[in-house]
């Protein structure tokens, strides 16, 4: 059996034993939730060049990644073991390229109406998205780098509305 320490915050995916558990969310008021996150991509010029003007071999990268991106909000829960299956009401996948990176930046926008939270689903979503570019192009350029994800911003449920500074 695990020992808290005095004010020491308790974890709400771990029993009182230590194990690892998932929330009942039972108790929960439903409410609107949405929340949005973001990641890039880098990679040399001439890549971006072949992904905007569509000549990869493979195909189109947006389009694929932008639909990767949206199979990866629907399958969170299979893939990241205590989250909640959700009924997602919406899934936006904005992929766009950024000449400053060089690279591109997804940002994927989720929402549903229930009792849990839709962070996890909107970084998974830009994730997936981002790592569907790399298998995308990596015949043309293997040095490409994903970093930066995080979530923006969150709305609904008992911890209220977050933006990040």
Not at 44 to 60: H, S
Not at 79 to 94: A, E, G, S, Y
Not at 125 to 132: E, G, I, M, S
Request: charged share 25%.
């Amino acid at each position: 059996m695990s020992e808290r320490r005095p004010g020491a915050k308790r974890l709400s995916h771990v029993d009182a034993d230590g194990a690892a558990r998932m929330v009942d969310v039972s108790g929960k008021q439903e409410t609107a939730r949405m929340a949005r996150a973001t990641g890039t991509i880098r990679m040399e010029r001439a890549t971006l060049d072949a992904i905007r003007a569509n000549t990869v071999a493979k195909g189109d990268v947006i389009a694929v990644a932008r639909v990767a991106g949206v199979m990866a909000a629907k399958k969170t829960a299979e893939l990241i073991p205590l989250c909640h299956p959700l009924p997602l009401t919406d899934v936006q996948i904005d992929l766009e390229a950024d000449d400053s990176l060089p690279g591109l930046r997804a940002t994927a926008t989720t929402r549903t109406f229930g009792r849990t939270g839709v962070e996890i689903e909107a970084i998974s979503a830009v994730c997936v998205t981002l790592v569907t570019v790399y298998d995308m192009a990596k015949a043309i350029d293997k040095s490409m780098l994903i970093s930066d994800v995080c979530l923006l911003e969150k709305t609904g449920g008992r911890s209220g509305d977050w933006r990040r500074g």
